[in-house]
């Protein structure tokens, strides 16, 4: 094969570079991480698969077509994506709203589901928007994850206690749950709170011991030995073994389109689970994730869990680390993982017959305990308190208004965090740094010099519609605070990028309000595509091309050249001004070596502009212009 084809075959399969140049000490690590992995899937993938609404074996469906496609297209060697609770909870809440749950076609609806979530993300990462992961906040996150578990926490209570669960938010099932606690099955009470403490003093043991694996083979023996389905503990029932084959969920468009929100918000919310564990185990193995990559692959092991009538998945944190706990090395794990799942799928499933409900219960419990981040939450009240704010409004949406409408809140609080962090007039005022020619923010200079009759200013923000109107007015208040004797305004535009049009607009509105003022606007380091966007709308033209500069150096040696000195005390202060820059140009100049030319010969230049100008302000009287 041609050296290009196999290059651009890597591309698109990174699990062939991954596996490149293999080796055979690797293939025990990857084996003991299939099988630790495997050993949490099957509990939790059969509790996820009823969050989803579906019957436990449906994690047979999903889960090794997610692992398998996963590992083929993602670009994280140790990530694992099978089944995730939070996902699973967004495709019963977007599905339940179409179809009663456990009936054929709320079946339909969920593997058509998890297919249009999966060729939304394969889309979003072909066009390369993997960089949304910067715009949903961490901390709104946060709250949201804490949220979302609890929630899926309140579903699961009363299979523990043997009761049937209400309806609603979080509040309403929370107010059925203690209005109904007279009614507990004080048997399946015994097998909830039994797994849930084997559970925990389990996971104390040994964090490498498969617990949920353990306490779901003690259930389903001592289930057996007393017969505590006989007794009124609900069980799983009847499971068939086997696979189904690949098929396309027959839906109609009109269905599709009432997927579609709930399909972009998991979507959303598989990549914003996976980002953050992909990239803090390629930072821990010394390789490099793709966000687009990631993209890809979630949207990849979400078609693929729908072909196979399964439901949508996500990333498994828990399994992940576990994984890597392991010593996995490749995505070799990830596929040995999907065939030990199918043996499961294919010869052992009638063991799961006699599975307590209550058991199933306690694992999710368990599971999604470790989404509920006190301290994270905790730190955020500490540091600072915008961010644990964005957070409890997300947390308490998501208890309030339930899954999707949570979501919705979310990614509305993260936006509007956004822009309003943006649209904030942060302004520096900038000084001469004592015996350089260096300008930095007055605050952090020591003994800065200011330059008479300037105002250096420099948005700490790009200009965009947003802060535009508040950036003008704080600039105005500081024209204004500077007193009458204002001869020039310099704007550095270093971190302006691009420029919108009300951008744009802003700044031939300022140039307007300074020249009332008889004051000139002047503008330093602008970008080329702001630079555009100035000649386009007319600014450059309203401000005057000499009124741009290069260089924060260039305009103040410009406008010192021309300052006239209206006292005294402003003359002296030009004069020592001038004489202390010529000599900082002049050593400066003197240092450079000769193949740095345009640079010395910019100096040069500036040095005896200096001159001049400091020998024309000693020849004039005070007041003269």
């Known amino acids: 094969m041609p050296t290009s084809a196999v290059s651009w075959l890597s591309r698109a399969v990174p699990f062939i570079a991954s596996v490149r140049g293999y080796r055979a000490a690797w293939l025990k690590r990857d084996a003991v991480g299939a099988l630790t992995v495997t050993a949490l899937l099957i509990p939790e993938g059969m509790a996820y698969a009823e969050l989803a609404g579906l019957p436990p074996t449906a994690a047979f469906y999903a ?3 997610g692992l398998v496609l996963y590992a083929l297209f993602g670009s994280s060697r140790q990530l694992i994506v099978a089944v995730s609770a939070a996902v699973a909870v967004l495709s019963a809440a977007t599905v339940g709203a179409l179809a009663q749950v456990g009936s054929p076609r709320f079946v339909v609806l969920t593997a058509a589901l998890a297919m249009l979530a999966g060729l939304i993300s394969l889309l979003a990462g072909v066009l390369r928007l993997g960089r949304i992961a910067q715009f949903f906040s961490a901390s ?15 579903k699961q209570v009363p299979k ?13 099932r929370s107010w059925f749950l203690l209005t109904h606690l007279g009614a507990t099955h004080r048997v399946t009470l015994l097998v909830g709170a039994g797994s849930l403490i084997a559970l925990f003093a389990l996971g104390r043991v040994s964090k490498r011991l498969p617990a949920a694996l353990v306490v779901l083979a003690l259930s389903i023996a001592v289930t057996a030995l007393l017969g505590l389905d006989s007794r009124g503990v609900k069980v799983v029932g009847k499971v068939t073994a086997g696979l189904v084959p690949p098929q396309v969920p027959q839906v109609g468009l009109g269905d599709l389109l009432r997927l579609l929100p709930g399909a972009c918000g998991i979507a959303l919310v598989a990549f914003a689970e996976a980002i953050g564990p992909a990239r803090m185990l390629a930072a821990r193995h010394g390789y490099e994730v793709d966000a687009n990559r990631e993209l890809v692959g979630l949207g990849a092991a979400n078609v693929g869990a729908g072909l196979f009538r399964g439901f949508s998945i996500g990333c498994s944190l828990s399994k992940s680390a576990a994984n890597d706990a392991a010593g996995a090395r490749t995505e070799v794990s990830a596929m040995l993982a999907s065939g030990f799942t199918l043996l499961v799928a294919l010869f052992l499933t009638p063991l799961f017959r006699l599975l307590p ?5 306690a694992i999710v419990v368990v599971a999604v305990s470790g989404m509920m981040d006190v301290r994270e939450v905790r730190r955020l009240y500490q540091v600072r308190r915008a961010d644990f704010l964005g957070a409890f409004v997300a947390l308490l949406g998501v208890l309030a208004l339930d899954v999707l409408p949570g979501l919705l809140l979310a990614v509305g609080v993260s936006l509007f965090l956004t822009v309003y962090r943006a ?3 942060r302004l520096s005022e900038l000084g001469r740094v004592p015996g350089a020619l260096a300008f930095g923010d007055v605050r952090r200079t020591p003994r800065p010099l200011t330059v008479p009759g300037m105002l250096i200013l420099r948005p700490n923000e790009g200009i965009f519609f947003a802060n535009a109107t508040s950036l003008r007015d704080e600039i105005m208040t500081r024209v204004r605070q500077a007193g009458p004797h204002l001869q020039a305004v310099l704007l550095d535009l270093e971190v302006t990028a691009d420029l919108d049009v009300p951008g744009a607009d802003m700044l031939a509105a300022l140039h307007d309000d300074l020249a009332r003022r008889r004051s000139t606007l002047m503008l330093t380091r602008v970008m080329a595509p702001t ?4 000649e386009r709308a007319g600014v450059t033209a309203k401000v005057g091309a000499e009124n741009l500069y290069p ?9 010192l050249a021309r300052a006239p000195a209206v006292t005294p005390q402003g003359k002296g202060l030009l004069r020592d001004g001038l004489h202390r820059l010529r000599l900082l140009v002049d050593e400066a100049s003197a240092t450079l070596d000769s193949d740095e030319g345009a640079d010395r010969e910019r100096l040069l230049t500036l040095g005896r502009r200096l001159s001049r100008a400091e020998s024309a302000l000693g020849a004039m009287r005070p007041g003269q212009h």
Request: aromatic share 10%; proline share 4%.
């Open 63 to 65: 889960a090794p077509a």
């Open 140 to 154: 709104v996150l946060t709250g949201f994850v804490f949220g979302l578990a609890l929630i899926i926490a309140i």
């Open 423 to 425: 649209s904030l007039p």
């Open 551 to 559: 260089q924060v150096l260039d305009a103040v040696v410009e406008h």
């Open 531 to 534: 630079g555009r966007m100035l």
């Open 357 to 361: 409900e209550a058991t199933l219960g």
């Open 160 to 172: 523990l206690f043997g009761i049937e669960g209400g309806d609603g938010n979080f509040f309403e």
